[in-house]
């Protein structure tokens, strides 16, 4: 562990000062917001896990610690599985990313009453995955862990959670402009699917979670009582009913904050070089100003380019964040709503750290 950290860091850095510093961080935050009950954060670095920490209660009801093996809803930390999984296939001739979506959507393409049919003629899975697809609704709500029958891919499309959720879009994509969109995501599973005539969890679990060998790692629902799953909380510290979203590529992604950072570390090693180059260069660039891949936001710190994504719900704060060319991978979650102030600074502390030392 400290040999594989001495690389990552160099000799200015140690294994016990990063843990240190990020020991002190989290104390420091957790005192300026109490309301949030647990957190976790992970750093590896070439396939080692350097740093796997974990500090508070898994819920309020049972005051059970919060441990490293605990899966975290992670929300829409799941589009960059959703990009892999999509690039993987275009790798192996499966999926071409530049290529019409229409062809691939089935009969269900005659039921999307909200959207002209040349609408769909221009749609690329590399659009949908860069947010430059100009459909609009920005994300779904969740419905019960024990919802009997969770809407299809389809279904959510077609406004199964009310007219408002209905896909729309602008007449024409730009392929310039970046405009956030869970119903972009939510069409590429169907895509997905589509073509591989696989459920989207398979496609999760044997193109990702397999490979780089991530055992608390999945989309939707896992019925695996070996598996502990921390609570969800509200903003107030409440105990939320147990819920996951069914637009699973969207935002379906339940782990750890060391297999969320593992991804991070590992996925480029899935992908063709052509591939990953695809994947990382910028694609386009919101109104905030970031800068959109395929799948992941695209940034930089002290020179060292990064890929990052975050999500959140009304049960939970999460973000990672990846160095390519490092094999490096960070991830912080929380199982709070109220964990907003909490994640992007101790996610960017963690990252500053380890390209200045």
Not at 72 to 95: F, H, T, Y
Not at 103 to 112: F, T
Not at 180 to 199: D, I, K
């Amino acid at each position: 562990m400290i040999s594989s950290l001495s690389s990552l860091l160099g000799r200015r850095g140690s294994n016990a000062d990063l843990h240190e510093f990020l020991f002190d961080q989290v104390h420091a935050l957790r005192t300026a917001h109490p309301l949030v009950p647990g957190v976790q954060c992970a750093v590896v670095h070439r396939g080692r896990l350097v740093i796997d920490l974990a500090f508070g209660i898994a819920s309020v009801t049972s005051h059970r610690p919060l441990t490293p093996l605990h899966a975290l809803q992670a929300a829409s930390n799941a589009k960059p599985m959703a990009a892999v999984v999509a690039a993987v296939l275009a790798d192996r001739g499966v999926l071409d990313l530049n290529a019409p979506v229409a062809n691939l959507l089935g009969g269900w393409k005659a039921n999307c009453a909200g959207l002209p049919d040349p609408f769909l003629d221009r749609i690329t899975p590399g659009m949908l995955l860069s947010h430059t697809s100009g459909l609009g609704v920005r994300g779904y709500p969740q419905i019960p862990w024990r919802d009997p029958a969770p809407p299809s891919a389809p279904e959510i499309l077609d406004g199964w959670f009310g007219p408002e959720f209905a896909i729309e879009g602008e007449p024409a994509p730009t392929g310039e402009q970046a405009i956030y969109s869970g119903a972009g995501f939510t069409l590429l599973q169907h895509v997905l699917e589509r073509a591989t005539r696989r459920p989207y969890p398979d496609l999760v679990n044997g193109l990702i979670a397999r490979p780089l060998r991530l055992r608390r790692f999945w989309v939707g629902r896992r019925h695996d009582e070996d598996i502990a799953v921390a609570a969800q909380h509200d903003e107030s510290g409440r105990v939320l009913p147990r819920t996951f979203y069914p637009a699973l590529a969207a935002s379906g992604l339940y782990t750890t904050a060391a297999d969320l950072a593992r991804f991070y570390a590992g996925f480029s090693g899935l992908l063709s070089g052509r591939t990953r180059d695809d994947v990382l260069r910028p694609h386009a660039t919101a109104e905030n100003g970031w800068k959109f891949g395929l799948g992941f936001a695209l940034a930089d710190s002290n020179g060292v380019r990064t890929c990052k994504h975050a999500g959140w719900s009304t049960g939970c704060w999460g973000a990672a964040e990846g160095l390519p060319d490092r094999e490096t991978g960070i991830a912080v979650l929380t199982n709070s709503a109220a964990g907003k102030p909490i994640v992007p600074e101790l996610l960017g502390a963690a990252v500053q750290w380890i390209t200045t030392h």
